[in-house]
C-alpha cells in the first residue's frame, strides 16, 4: 500500500500546474510602449533614467512585498500617551515608510518645483503613474505635498518658509518643529460633516489674533486627508468669510497644536493611508490668500490634486491590464492558452484600448500643466476626472473577471485594486461635482470650451471625430436640462478628446479600435463586446503592445 501511496505522489508531484508564474522582476517603465512614448512628446525625456530606475524598483518582489504589507497592517491612531496627555500620533508599519521614502526620494512630491524646465509636470506625472502601481495609498500625502506648493505660493512669506521643506528630497516623518526636519508633507482638511462638497456650508470659524494673519481656529472637519502630515491647508470661515489657511502640526516653541484626531476611517479601500476625523479646538494657523476668498485660493491645489486622480485612475487601469494580459498568456483552458481564445482576445483588446486611450489623456493634461495651458487645463482636468476614474472601476472588475476565481484572492492584487479603485472618482469632488464643474466652466470661462474644441479638432480629418464634434457642439447649445444633461455631455467630451488624442499619438490600431467602438457605435455595453471579423491579428497586437516582460 505504502509503495502504491508513493507513486501516486510522485505523478502528483509532477502533473504540470497551468498555473502562470508571478508577474514580478520585471520594468514597468520598460513594459509600458504607451508610457515611454508620452513621455518624449511631451519634452520630458530627460527624465527617462528617474522614470526608469522606478519602473525597474516598482516590478521587483521587494516593492511588491511592500505594497502588500501596508495594506495588511493599517496605520493605527494613538490619541494620548501614558500619562494622559494627547499626542495624536499615528502609527505606520514600516512597509509604509518604505513606499514613502521612495516616493519622496524620487521627488514625486515635488519634481516640478525643483525642475525648473520644460516637461517637468509630465515627467513628474510619469513616475507617478509608475510607482503608484506598486501601492496607491502612500500617494495621498505625495499628491498633497505637490499639490500644495501652487497656493502657499499665494503668501510669499509663507512659501519662503515652507517650500525649501517641501521640496526636499528627504522623508522625515515624526511630529517635530519644522525647522528641525529635513523635510516636511502636506494635507488638507476641507469637508464637514454637514457640508460634504459643499464647502461654503462650513461651521469651522477662524478668529483675529490681530495683524500679520493669525488666527485660531476651532470646529471639525469630515474628512482630514493624511492627518500624520507637518500642516495642512484648511477652509474655516473667517470675519470676511470663507477663508484659506495654513495649520501646523507643531508651534515653532515645539508644543503641539491643538489639532486632535477623533478617529480614524474605516474605509473600503486606500487601508494603507490614514484618513481622519479632526477637531480643531483653538488651533494656531495663519490666513493664505485674501480673506473670504477661501474656495478661491484652495482651488489651485485641488486642481493639482484632480490631475493626481487621472494619473492614478491611468495607473490602476495600466496594473490590471498588465495583470490580466500575463496571466491568460501563460493559462490554459478548453485545450489552449487563454490569449488565443477569440473571447478573451476581443475582452483583452478592449481593456488594453481603454487604458492607452487613459495614458495618453493623462501624459497630455500634464503637459498643458508645463506649458501653460490655463483654459485647457480648466476644463480639460475636470473632464478627464470624471470619466476616467468612472472607466477604472470597470476596467478593474473585469482584468479581475480574465483570472477568474484566482483573481479574487487577496493573493493576487486584483481585490486591492478593485477598492482602490473607486476613491479616485470620489476624492477632490465625486462624478456629479465634476460634471456641473465642466458646465461652470463654460459658463463662466468660454475661453476653455473654445480650447478644448481647438485641441479636439487638431488632430487629422476622420469622418468619426468629425460627426462627434458636430453632434457634441449641437447638444451644449441645447440650454434647456442642460445640468440633468451633465453627465452625458462631459462623457462625450472626454471621449472626444481622448480619440482625437489617439489619432494623433496613439497606435495607429488602438486608435482606429477606439474610434471604431466609441465613436461609431460599433460596441456593446461592456468590455469584449468589439465589433470584429474572424481575424483577430489586429486585437492580438494591441494585447502585445501591453504585455509586460519579464526578464
Keep these: ?36 512614448e508620452g513621455l518624449e512628446r511631451e519634452g520630458a525625456s530627460w527624465a527617462h533614467d528617474l522614470v526608469d530606475g522606478l519602473g525597474r524598483l516598482a516590478g521587483t518582489q521587494q516593492a511588491i512585498d511592500w505594497g502588500f504589507e501596508a495594506n495588511a497592517n493599517p496605520p493605527r491612531l494613538r490619541t494620548h500617551d501614558r500619562f494622559g496627555e494627547r499626542i495624536d500620533e499615528v502609527d505606520f508599519h514600516p512597509a509604509w515608510h518604505e513606499l514613502m521614502k521612495v516616493a519622496i526620494g524620487h521627488g514625486l512630491h515635488a519634481l516640478p518645483w525643483r525642475e525648473a524646465r520644460p516637461g517637468a509636470h509630465a515627467a513628474r506625472a510619469a513616475g507617478f503613474y509608475v510607482w503608484s502601481q506598486v501601492e496607491g495609498g502612500h500617494g495621498c500625502p505625495v499628491s498633497m505635498t505637490y499639490a500644495a506648493v501652487p497656493t502657499l505660493r499665494k503668501h510669499p512669506s509663507l512659501a519662503s518658509q515652507w517650500e525649501p521643506l517641501m521640496t526636499a528630497l528627504d522623508y522625515d516623518p515624526g511630529l517635530r518643529p519644522p525647522a528641525g526636519k529635513r523635510g516636511v508633507l502636506f494635507g488638507m482638511a476641507m ?47 473667517a470675519p470676511g468669510g470663507l477663508s484659506c489657511f495654513l495649520l501646523p502640526r507643531v508651534l515653532p516653541d515645539g508644543t503641539r497644536n491643538r489639532f486632535h484626531i477623533q478617529r480614524l476611517k474605516d474605509k473600503l479601500g486606500n487601508r494603507s493611508n490614514a484618513s481622519s476625523e479632526v477637531e480643531f479646538d483653538g488651533a494656531w494657523a495663519v490666513m493664505v490668500g485674501e480673506e473670504g476668498n477661501g474656495v478661491r485660493t484652495i482651488i489651485e491645489m485641488v486642481n493639482h490634486t484632480r490631475l493626481d486622480c487621472v494619473i492614478g485612475s491611468a495607473s490602476l487601469m495600466r496594473q490590471a491590464v498588465a495583470q490580466a494580459t500575463h496571466h491568460t498568456a501563460h493559462r490554459s483552458a478548453f485545450g489552449k492558452l487563454l490569449s488565443e481564445q477569440p473571447l478573451m482576445v476581443n475582452v ?33 482636468v475636470a473632464v478627464a476626472k470624471y470619466w476616467t476614474c468612472k472607466r477604472a ?16 484572492v487577496e493573493e493576487s492584487i486584483l481585490p486591492r485594486l478593485y477598492r482602490e479603485a473607486p476613491l479616485n472618482s470620489i476624492w477632490e469632488g465625486s462624478g456629479n461635482v465634476n460634471a456641473l464643474d465642466v458646465l461652470r466652466a463654460m459658463q463662466r470661462e468660454p475661453e476653455s470650451v473654445d480650447a478644448y474644441f481647438a485641441e479636439v479638432e487638431s488632430g487629422p480629418s476622420d469622418a468619426r471625430l468629425d460627426r462627434a464634434v458636430s453632434d457634441l457642439r449641437r447638444e451644449l447649445a441645447q440650454q434647456e436640462g442642460l445640468e440633468s444633461r451633465a453627465r452625458r455631455i462631459v462623457e462625450r467630451m472626454a471621449v472626444l478628446l481622448q480619440a482625437s488624442l489617439l489619432l ?40 502585445e503592445r501591453h504585455r509586460p516582460r519579464i526578464h
Design 1 to 36: 500500500m505504502s509503495s502504491t501511496s508513493g507513486g501516486a505522489a510522485e505523478a502528483f508531484v509532477g502533473r504540470p500546474s497551468n498555473q502562470p508564474p508571478p508577474l514580478v522582476d520585471y520594468n514597468l517603465f520598460e513594459s509600458d510602449a504607451v508610457l515611454r
Design 393 to 408: 472601476i470597470a476596467v478593474v472588475a473585469e482584468a479581475l473577471e480574465c483570472h477568474g476565481g484566482n483573481g479574487y
Design 348 to 380: 483583452l483588446a478592449d481593456l488594453a484600448v481603454e487604458s492607452e486611450a487613459t495614458t495618453i489623456l493623462m501624459m497630455r493634461l500634464a503637459g498643458a500643466f508645463d506649458r501653460g495651458e490655463t483654459n485647457l487645463r480648466r476644463i480639460g
Design 504 to 543: 494623433r499619438h496613439g497606435d495607429p490600431e488602438v486608435s482606429e479600435i477606439f474610434c471604431e467602438s466609441r465613436l461609431a457605435g460599433e460596441w456593446g455595453h461592456s468590455f469584449g463586446s468589439l465589433k470584429t471579423g474572424s481575424d483577430l491579428k489586429s486585437l492580438r497586437s494591441v494585447i
Design 191 to 237: 469637508t464637514e460633516r454637514q457640508g460634504g462638497s459643499d464647502v461654503r456650508a462650513n461651521t469651522t470659524q477662524a478668529v483675529p489674533l490681530g495683524t500679520g494673519g493669525e488666527h485660531l481656529i476651532t470646529g471639525q472637519k469630515w474628512f482630514c486627508s493624511a492627518p500624520m502630515c507637518d500642516a495642512f491647508l484648511v477652509l474655516a470661515q
